[in-house]
């Protein structure tokens, strides 16, 4: 009798603790390492604009490294974003080329030659 007791406690726990692995798995932060975080820094500069859900995805991408980015916020810094035609946030000028919209980590590495 406690070896059935056992195998119904027993095996539902098993299966709690693998689902709960796989889940930590695939919802770990992928952030972005520092020096990939500088170098597309450099060689880029990114408008958003405080109150931004697709700014704060954006921000999320970098993690810790967000601080490494050249940003300029349009709600504090609004002439700067008139000045260079900003109508959408986010908004990564590149090489002269604007791209909107969140940008994966792999895109802008692409774009930066980071």
């Given at each position: 009798?406690?070896?059935?007791?056992?195998?119904?406690?027993?095996?539902?726990?098993?299966?709690?603790i693998?689902?709960?692995?796989?889940?930590?798995?695939?919802?770990?932060?992928?952030?972005?390492?520092?020096?990939?975080?500088?170098?597309?820094?450099k060689?880029?500069q990114?408008?958003?604009?405080?109150?931004?859900?697709?700014?704060?995805?954006?921000?999320?991408?970098?993690?810790?490294?967000?601080?490494?980015?050249?940003?300029?916020?349009?709600?504090?810094?609004?002439?700067k974003?008139?000045?260079a035609?900003?109508?959408?946030?986010?908004?990564?000028?590149?090489?002269?080329?604007?791209?909107?919209?969140v940008?994966?980590l792999e895109?802008?590495?692409?774009?930066?030659?980071?």
């Amino acid at each position: 009798m406690k070896k059935k007791w056992a195998a119904r406690i027993t095996i539902p726990l098993i299966i709690i603790i693998i689902a709960g692995g796989i889940f930590l798995i695939y919802n770990q932060k992928k952030e972005a390492p520092m020096d990939i975080a500088r170098c597309i820094g450099k060689n880029s500069q990114v408008y958003v604009q405080l109150g931004c859900h697709a700014c704060e995805k954006q921000k999320d991408l970098f993690g810790g490294s967000y601080q490494y980015i050249n940003i300029v916020d349009c709600f504090y810094e609004r002439e700067k974003c008139i000045n260079a035609n900003i109508t959408a946030t986010p908004t990564w000028i590149i090489k002269g080329e604007k791209y909107v919209g969140v940008q994966s980590l792999e895109k802008l590495q692409e774009l930066t030659g980071c």
